[in-house]
């Protein structure tokens, strides 16, 4: 079951071979249930690959193919020698499990030596990750961007995304009507508490001064507060706080 489907488009790799068990925190109830598990068990290791030479993975949001992976076993930094010795020594105080071994140690560094998958003349790019790292794998058909050669998404279509996103809100904010909520953009009922700016309108200036008002309430106390720090900015000092209608009949 290594087989990648039409639409899937990474599959999670590493260094250290397939697990053939799951470690697995308690037990399922029942026997079919447990069944399933297992059936789950298979399935999610079928989406794991291990890191060879020819394998593609993303990095910086390119395709690239791996030539050659090193085990630094033998010669490592100081700082890894001093990571894995600091392993050596909490181990010794808890004697929990086995000992750690340099050979198995899930921080152990390796080298991944790669290649532009769109370009393997070039010079080739040296990656140091521990074992324990993800790699985003992906199958030998991908998608690229045409425009600029990046894996979807890819930073034109980030950038047209949140742009889009900016725009719809700025035209829902557009179409609130005057009086109502600038944060949610709904009607404040006479019974509902409000926070008031006064002053133009900052966020509508097409609306008359005194215009931006809010619901008092913990749901829409994001707008308030981000109208109050452009609101301090212009020279603000304090919002009126109205009561609602409620408020006045208890006080009378
Ligand atoms: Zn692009
Ligand atoms: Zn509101």
């Keep these: ?94 004697q929990r ?27 080739p790019v040296h990656l140091e990750a521990p074992a324990h790292y993800t790699w985003q794998i992906l199958p030998e058909h991908y998608l690229i961007c045409r425009a600029c050669g990046e894996l979807p998404p890819c930073r034109h279509e980030e950038a047209e995304t949140s742009a889009d996103r900016e725009m719809a809100r700025t035209e829902v904010l557009m179409e609130i009507p005057a009086g109502h909520c600038m944060s949610c953009g709904e009607h404040i009922t006479r019974r509902q508490k409000s926070t008031r700016f006064p002053g133009p309108n900052l966020w509508r200036p097409d ?20 109208y109050r720090t452009a609101w301090e900015a212009r020279g603000g000092t304090r919002p009126q706080t109205t009561l609602s209608f409620n408020d006045l009949g208890e006080a009378s």
């Excluded at 071994?101 to 010079?123: H, I, L, S």
């Design 207 to 226: 609306l008359p001064e005194h215009s931006a008002i809010f619901h008092a309430r913990e749901e829409c106390s994001d707008g308030v507060d981000r």
């Design 97 to 123: 499990g086995d000992k750690p071994e340099r050979a198995t140690w899930a921080g152990r560094p390796f080298v991944v030596v790669a290649v532009p998958d769109q370009d393997p003349t070039a010079k």
């Design 1 to 94: 079951m290594t087989r990648w489907y039409p639409r899937q488009t990474t599959k999670k790799g590493g260094i250290n071979p397939p697990v053939t068990k799951w470690n697995r925190i308690g037990e399922s109830s029942s026997a079919s249930r447990r069944y399933q598990d297992r059936v789950h068990e298979k399935l999610a290791i079928a989406g794991y690959v291990q890191l060879t030479p020819g394998v593609i993975f993303i990095y910086e949001r390119a395709p690239w193919r791996i030539v050659e992976i090193v085990d630094r076993l033998q010669d490592w930094d100081d700082e890894h020698e001093a990571m894995f010795a600091g392993i050596l020594r909490a181990w010794e105080r808890s």
